[in-house]
């Protein structure tokens, strides 16, 4: 089964700088999709970034980007010039591919990272 | 745009009560989804259905049942709750295919005392 692991229960950065979530995954499959999803405070979960495993080409959504090393499977998010409402937890999420019952998309998450803005 | 909607927002329930929770969605979605989020531990699948009559189970279903009459909706119930189930439940949708992202309501803290 696949795992999906994020090794930073919480992290901190000045507002305007520069942080990175690290997330590796296991799995077997050569074709798949990761995600990042963010948690603010009212709970809700929003998607901020996904990349097809196949695609070399490293997802940028604005200020959010990924690196994404599939031998290495990892898949880490990079936040550029930090802003307090990005103040959030942050969950990696791996997409499996299709199961029998054709097409469901059963995401695997992972445990999350708190992330802080500091003023 | 009310997206996907979670009622209720709060609930507090005795062990060996039943409840059910309402999902809603109204972007036409094939799929729906029922997570749970525990701390330290992500988000969960307990069941889910890939169209309206359909069911399936996901990671963690003991415990849990679910029903599909109608596209919009997707209905969790707990029939005898159970500490264990103190947990924030979120429902999400989406539509079918490869790689289209899930949408998620709001969520429903539940304690169980």
């Known amino acids: 089964a696949q795992t999906v692991t994020q090794s930073q229960p919480e992290m901190s950065v000045q507002e305007a700088e520069t942080v990175t979530l690290s997330c590796t995954y296991d799995?077997?499959?050569?074709?798949?999709?990761l995600f990042w999803y963010k948690q603010p405070p009212s709970r809700q979960m929003i998607l901020v970034i996904r990349?097809?495993?196949?695609?070399?080409q490293n997802a940028t959504e604005n200020r959010f980007s990924v690196n994404f090393q599939k031998a290495a499977k990892s898949f880490s998010l990079k936040i550029s010039d930090s802003q307090l409402g990005d103040a959030a937890m942050y969950f990696c999420?791996?997409?499996?591919?299709?199961?029998?019952?054709?097409?469901?998309?059963?995401?695997?998450f992972g445990q999350g990272t708190r992330l802080t803005i500091n003023p | 745009n009310a997206g996907v909607t979670q009622t209720p927002k709060f609930r507090v329930l005795k062990t060996g009560q039943s409840m059910t929770l309402l999902c809603a969605q109204d972007?036409?979605?094939?799929?729906m989804y029922w997570y749970r989020q525990d701390p330290g531990m992500g988000l969960r699948l307990i069941h889910y259905?890939?169209?309206?009559?359909?069911?399936a189970k996901g990671e963690v279903p003991d415990g849990y049942n679910v029903s599909r009459l109608k596209k919009q909706n997707f209905l969790l119930g707990l029939e005898s709750a159970a500490p264990s189930q103190t947990s924030v439940y979120f429902c999400?949708?989406?539509?079918?295919?490869?790689?289209?992202?899930?949408?998620f309501g709001n969520g429903t803290r539940l304690t169980v005392t």
């Open positions: 972007m036409n979605h094939e799929y």
């Open positions: 799995t077997s499959e050569s074709d798949y999709y």
């Open positions: 990349q097809e495993a196949y695609k070399q």
């Open positions: 999400a949708s989406s539509y079918a295919g490869w790689g289209r992202p899930l949408h």
């Open positions: 259905s890939v169209g309206e009559g359909t069911t």
């Open positions: 999420a791996y997409r499996s591919p299709m199961t029998l019952i054709q097409g469901a998309q059963k995401l695997v």
